[in-house]
T-cell receptor
Framework: GDSVTQMEGPVTLSEEAFLTINCTYT??????LFWYVQYPGEGLQLLLK?????DKGSNKGFEATYRKETTSFHLEKGSVQVSDSAVYFC???????????FGRGTSLIVHP | NAGVTQTPKFQVLKTGQSMTLQCAQD?????MYWYRQDPGMGLRLIYY???????DKGEVPNGYNVSRLNKREFSLRLESAAPSQTSVYFC???????????FGSGTRLTVV
C-alpha cells in the first residue's frame, strides 16, 4: 500500500537558519503530494501541494519539489522564524483512492 | 468564513456515556473524514464518506459510528465511551482527488 516516511523530530533551529524536512513516499500510480502545518492547539492547514512530477509547490517562503525519480517531496525554507514552530506533515493522495496517506509528522522548534 | 466547523471544542465524558461529535463544511465538498490524533501515533482515520450517502471504515473504526446526514454534515458517534477514546478528533473535507484537505479545529475529548 501507499506510505509516507518523514524524518523524525524534533528539528531544532535558530532563527534565520535554513530548514529541510525530508519526506519520501511509496505509491502506485501518480499521486498528488502535500505538506500540512499544525500549530499548537489547532487543526492541520494545507501549506503547499504539487500534483505532478517536477512541480514545485510554494507558500509563505516554504518550497517543495515533486521528485518522481527519488520519490521525494522535501520541505525547505531559506530563513525560518520563531513563528514557524509547528508540526509539519507530508501526505499523498491519488491512484483512485479516497483515503490519503499521512506521514507521522515532524516537530520544528525555532529559537530566537 | 468558508471552512470546516466542529462542535464541541472540548468534552469530558464518563466511561460508558455516549456523545456525538458534529462536523459541517460549507465548501460543497464531496468527501468528508474523521481522524483521531494521539501523541506519537500521528493521524489515524476512523471513518470516511466519499460522497453523500456513503460511509466506509478507516483504520480504527471500532467503538465509533458515523452518519453522513447530507452533503454538508458528517457526525461521529461514540455509543459507550472508553478511556482509550481519549484523543483529539479532527474532521476534514476535500473537494476532489488532487485537492488538499480542509481540517476543522478539533474536539479535545477526555474519557474518565
Amino acid at each position: 500500500g501507499d506510505s509516507v516516511t518523514q524524518m523524525e523530530g524534533p528539528v531544532t533551529l535558530s532563527e534565520e537558519a535554513f530548514l529541510t524536512i525530508n519526506c519520501t513516499y511509496t505509491a502506485t500510480g501518480y499521486p498528488s503530494l502535500f505538506w500540512y502545518v499544525q500549530y499548537p492547539g489547532e487543526g492541520l492547514q494545507l501549506l503547499l501541494k504539487a500534483t505532478k512530477a517536477d512541480d514545485k509547490g510554494s507558500n509563505k517562503g516554504f518550497e517543495a519539489t515533486y521528485r518522481k525519480e527519488t520519490t521525494s517531496f522535501h520541505l525547505e525554507k531559506g530563513s525560518v522564524q520563531v513563528s514557524d514552530s509547528a508540526v509539519y506533515f507530508c501526505a499523498l493522495s491519488g491512484g483512485g483512492s479516497y483515503i490519503p496517506t499521512f506521514g507521522r509528522g515532524t516537530s520544528l522548534i525555532v529559537h530566537p | 468564513n468558508a471552512g470546516v466547523t466542529q462542535t464541541p471544542k472540548f468534552q469530558v465524558l464518563k466511561t460508558g456515556q455516549s456523545m456525538t461529535l458534529q462536523c459541517a463544511q460549507d465548501m460543497n465538498h464531496n468527501s468528508m473524514y474523521w481522524y483521531r490524533q494521539d501523541p506519537g501515533m500521528g493521524l489515524r482515520l476512523i471513518y470516511y464518506s466519499a460522497s453523500e450517502g456513503t460511509t466506509d471504515k478507516g483504520e480504527v473504526p471500532n467503538g465509533y459510528n458515523v452518519s453522513r446526514l447530507n452533503k454538508r454534515e458528517f457526525s461521529l458517534r461514540l455509543e459507550s465511551a472508553a478511556p482509550s477514546q481519549t484523543s483529539v478528533y479532527f474532521c476534514a473535507s476535500r473537494g476532489g482527488q488532487g485537492e488538499g484537505y480542509t481540517f476543522g479545529s478539533g474536539t479535545r475529548l477526555t474519557v474518565v
